[in-house]
């Protein structure tokens, strides 16, 4: 369907088409009309197929005309990353340029002072991930009270990070007559209870299986040593010849690592993770839009959000702990109907991991041994130990109202244990390290 059937007002067409699109992505067909009828939606679409504009648009064409009176926040599109955040405000802005709406981002690692600021001045639309935003509600810094559009963006990935809590204390601050509208590429048992708390009476839509990936993906995966990844993947993307590559690791001390290892070789690589400042982040992502730089190296957290037109290439130098995680790394290629592909660098070691990769998606994956790089057979499998109790990335672990105190807490130390009163005072006295 053409975007100018949908019904959407004239100055959001004009921005579409300068953007070069005319025919709507099966999400934005199914989900524009339910949103501009009002009506609270459920919607399952998988990354790359579009889904932000089909909740943009229709929200923009709602809030075209503004009401009387000082500018207030009418709308709350919360996200899982930084990096979404700010993919998504682009996009309001983009498809709202010709009307008379202002949206900002939210989010942490950056400093609080601009965006209250901004806060003041006074916005229509906020792109947020939810520790900051209840850091703003609680110093008083933004009203919720007014909302009239709430959207959840990737909320399957935002109960994986543990922000339901979050979450809940969010809706808490908002009005109870709004437009709620959920996005999943799942829709596990949580995201169901979620739904049945959050939405009235909603229309449910869905475009794609629940953990399928897109059609045009061609997916490979190359059996290696894995001393020899690193080897192997220069060679692959020099021989191809490839200038925009998004690789991943499992860790941010593998992400540096693997982006150094590739800079020696020649590659101009940069690496994206948690532990970034988000300046840093920033500034990866453009070069690599850019083509600054030929290869990314991120972590799942990192990624997530990263939307680039037309990225050839994604290569999985460690498959994920978690399958579905292969899923959403892969959907990174292949978006809004190009062509993409999908490489795993698979060792011994990870022959369990692979494993659950194809069961999730129902099928084998096609394995191509690459000359002068076949498996040493006498190297025998080690199992995978997730490093410093690795979980999926998110948030630090808050402790529960009423959990168990760990062993030995609370318990008195002799008097022999303690540091005199001097020692302590001299502690406290110290400075902090930066």
């Excluded at 979620?194 to 299986?209: M, R, T, Y």
């Excluded at 070069?287 to 990314?296: Q, T």
């Excluded at 129902?362 to 040493?376: N, Q, T």
């Amino acid at each position: 369907m053409l975007f100018n059937q949908l019904g959407l007002a004239a100055e959001l067409l004009r921005a579409v088409e300068e953007n070069g699109y005319t025919k709507a992505t099966p999400i934005q067909t199914k989900a524009i009309p339910h949103v501009l009828e009002g009506h609270d939606l459920l919607a399952g679409a998988q990354t790359g197929t579009g889904k932000t504009a089909g909740f943009v648009l229709p929200i923009l064409h709602n809030m075209r005309v503004a009401p009387k009176g000082a500018r207030r926040v009418r709308a709350l599109i919360l996200t899982p990353t930084r990096e979404l955040a700010s993919q998504v405000n682009e996009s309001v802005q983009t498809y709202g340029k010709y009307l008379p709406i202002r949206s900002m981002e939210i989010y942490g690692g950056v400093s609080a002072r601009p965006q209250i600021t901004k806060l003041k001045r006074g916005v229509d639309v906020v792109v947020a991930t939810p520790g900051r935003l209840l850091d703003h509600v609680r110093q008083g810094n933004i009203d919720l009270s007014n909302i009239e559009y709430f959207i959840l963006d990737e909320a399957d990935r935002m109960l994986d990070m543990g922000f339901i809590r979050d979450i809940r204390q969010i809706i808490k601050a908002l009005p109870d007559n709004r437009q709620n509208l959920l996005f999943s590429a799942t829709f596990s048992q949580e995201i169901r209870d979620l739904a049945n708390k959050l939405l009235n009476n909603p229309s449910e839509i869905q475009v794609a299986a629940r953990n399928t990936t897109a059609d045009r993906v061609e997916q490979l995966v190359h059996p290696v040593d894995k001393a020899r990844k690193r080897e192997m993947l220069s060679e692959i993307i020099g021989r191809g010849n490839w200038q925009q590559v998004l690789v991943f690791t499992r860790t941010k001390h593998g992400a540096n690592r693997l982006a150094t290892q590739l800079g020696k070789d020649g590659i101009a690589t940069a690496a994206i993770h948690g532990g970034k400042g988000q300046g840093a982040r920033t500034r990866a992502l453009s070069d690599f839009k850019a083509g600054k730089i030929r290869v990314l190296v991120a972590t799942d957290i990192a990624a997530r959000g990263i939307d680039i037109d037309r990225l050839p290439h994604v290569v999985n130098f460690e498959l994920p702990f978690v399958a579905e995680d292969y899923v959403h790394r892969i959907g990174r290629t292949a978006r809004a109907g190009q062509d993409g592909t999908a490489i795993s660098l698979v060792c011994i070691d990870e022959q369990k991991l692979l494993a659950d990769i194809e069961k999730l998606l129902g099928r084998k994956l096609e394995k191509a041994v690459i000359p002068g790089y076949e498996v040493d057979a006498r190297i025998k499998a080690e199992p995978l130990r997730k490093q410093g109790g690795q979980r999926r990335a998110g948030p630090p672990r808050r402790g529960k109202p009423g959990g168990k105190r760990p062993a030995g807490a609370g318990k008195k130390r002799g008097n022999s244990q303690r540091p005199g009163k001097a020692a302590r005072n001299a502690k406290r006295s110290r400075p902090r390290s930066a």
